[in-house]
């Protein structure tokens, strides 16, 4: 089958589009348009890969380009966002046109076009602190930052155009996501770009909110094995590996491995307001070990050392002296 993948350029969405190259699915690439036409990290990735990829470039605001990118195709992983929740404080309405608007457009096309799966991205911050845990897909929703609220609003959206319409939607719900690729405006890249560059004082906001952390390749195996299972249509889905850990005690681990005599400095400007901080995420994954066969595979231990490597190696990618908002 064709896939297309939304957000093809991203973090996730490049990881994704290899892997599934790899297993012998025929991938378009939705990238964003830009003028110096780059593809984003897909840029990085193997010609032997990138042969196998059709590039789309447009923008995921635009209903006409989404459904052009969408014809010829069968399924569609939709993982364009704006997702960083700091800039969503100043620029909301730009998380409106991107994440719910953008979302609309997946679905209409899909609609339209007779798409046989449809997988919308969620994020766990949907659930906002936990009312109790392990969370699982039953948790209330609490939107506690506006990059929250319009990830509630496109989940929404999908469940009702499955439910109105028969769409055969999926909403694929992965908790924190870390490994290589990622931007420094997450927790994790973040230290370990400072601690690689030399600092000895390693700028941190809040040390105790808890977070369950999923290996990028980990999250990229729960999307295909969610696609792959049809007894997960029309369901929401957790990709968590049930397991905490605070900030402070990921930022203790990644000191001891790269710079022991390095120590955390809490900067007021990273830290969120108070009502909008989610300080505990630990998700409930029996959904997904019933559904499908995925299982994690990558321990924090191991996937924090292959993250470590590839920022060392990529470590002029990344502007190690700023905030990364």
């Known amino acids: 089958m064709k896939i297309m993948v939304t957000g093809a350029d991203g973090f996730i969405g490049s990881h994704l589009v290899e892997e599934l190259v790899k297993k012998g699915y025929q991938v378009k690439a939705f990238v964003y348009y830009n003028s110096f036409n780059t593809w984003g990290w897909l840029d990085t990735v193997s010609e032997e890969i990138m042969e196998n990829v059709e590039i789309f470039q447009g923008d995921i605001r635009d209903p006409h380009g ?3 990118a969408l014809r010829g195709t069968e399924a569609v992983f939709h993982l364009a966002a704006l997702i960083a929740i700091p800039f969503s404080y100043h620029s909301p309405d730009a998380y409106v046109d991107t994440n719910i608007k953008g979302t609309l457009n997946v679905l209409q096309a899909s609609r339209k076009l007779e798409i046989e799966r449809v997988l919308i991205t969620s994020t766990s911050e949907v659930y906002g602190t936990a009312q109790y845990v392990p969370i699982d897909e039953k948790h209330p ?3 506690q930052s506006p990059y929250s609220a319009t ?3 496109a989940d929404r959206l999908a469940e009702s155009f ?3 319409f028969q769409l055969p939607v999926t909403i694929v719900r992965p908790f924190n996501t870390y490994g290589p690729r990622q931007s420094a405006r997450a927790v994790i890249p973040t230290i370990i770009t400072q601690l690689l560059a030399g600092s000895m004082k390693i700028k941190l906001g809040a040390l105790t909110p808890t977070r ?3 290996y990028v390749k980990d ?3 729960g999307f295909i094995s969610i696609y792959e299972s049809d007894q997960a249509i029309g369901e929401e889905i957790n990709i968590a590996t049930q397991t905490e850990t605070s900030i402070g005690q990921i930022a203790e681990e990644l000191i001891r491995q790269i710079q022991p005599n390095a120590r955390i400095v809490c900067d007021e400007e990273r830290f969120r307001p108070k009502e909008s901080e989610v300080n505990r995420l630990l998700g409930c994954n029996e959904k997904i070990l019933r559904l499908t066969d995925w299982r994690p595979q990558y321990s924090l231990e191991e996937g924090l050392q292959n993250t470590i490597a590839f920022l060392r ?3 002029g990618k990344y502007k190690t002296d700023i905030y990364n908002m």
Do not use: C, P, W
Request: glycine share 10%.
């Open 219 to 221: 999250t990229v195996h």
């Open 141 to 143: 929703f609490q939107g």
């Open 66 to 68: 989404v459904e052009a």
């Open 162 to 164: 499955y439910r109105s």
């Open 151 to 153: 990830k509630i609003g």
């Open 212 to 214: 369950d952390f999923n």
């Open 313 to 315: 190696e990529n470590l």
